[in-house]
């Protein structure tokens, strides 16, 4: 099952080092293995973490796809970019809610996570990105356990 996230922001990420930069500052340990991002390029957007795959889909797209798909959501505003991503791994979760916060913080922006219908401002969306990566962390290794024989 694929899941999404979108980030609002007043402007795009300038690049690569401006992304990894926020993403190291908040101390998360994704690495993002690219040499271009949104809106530049689309599609797959590869990424590590703790030593796992942890890429996810990367796109920009005109505001009105989110407020046409959830009229009951106050977007707030104005936006003039909004990055949506697409995962469906656990490493892949984990990857997309540090670049979110990452994202939210850099940029003053706001996370909205549809799944569960929350807008995150701040501190809140790296609460988020942190409970997430706790989360994943433990859901892999339920999933890792021990064989039945």
């Known amino acids: 099952m694929t899941m999404e996230a979108y980030v609002l922001c007043p402007r795009p990420m300038s690049g690569v080092t401006e992304w990894q930069n926020a993403i190291n500052a908040l101390g998360f340990e994704l690495a993002l293995e690219?040499?271009?991002?949104?809106?530049?390029?689309?599609?797959?957007?590869?990424?590590?973490?703790?030593?796992?795959?942890?890429?996810?889909?990367c796109s920009v797209i005109p505001l009105s796809d989110l407020t046409e798909t959830y009229p009951e959501i106050n977007f707030g505003g104005p936006w003039a970019c909004v990055y949506a991503f697409y995962f469906a791994a656990i490493s892949s979760c984990a990857g997309v809610w540090i670049a979110v916060a990452a994202c939210v913080?850099?940029?003053?922006?706001?996370?909205?996570?549809?799944q569960e219908g929350h807008l995150l401002a701040g501190e809140d969306a790296i609460h988020y990105a942190h409970e997430t990566l706790a989360s994943a962390t433990m859901l892999e290794a339920q999933?890792?356990?021990?064989?039945?024989?």
């Open 105 to 114: 913080r850099q940029l003053d922006g706001i996370a909205f996570d549809p």
């Open 34 to 57: 690219v040499e271009q991002i949104p809106p530049v390029t689309r599609g797959h957007l590869p990424a590590t973490w703790q030593g796992r795959q942890a890429g996810f889909e």
């Open 143 to 149: 999933l890792s356990g021990p064989q039945a024989g």
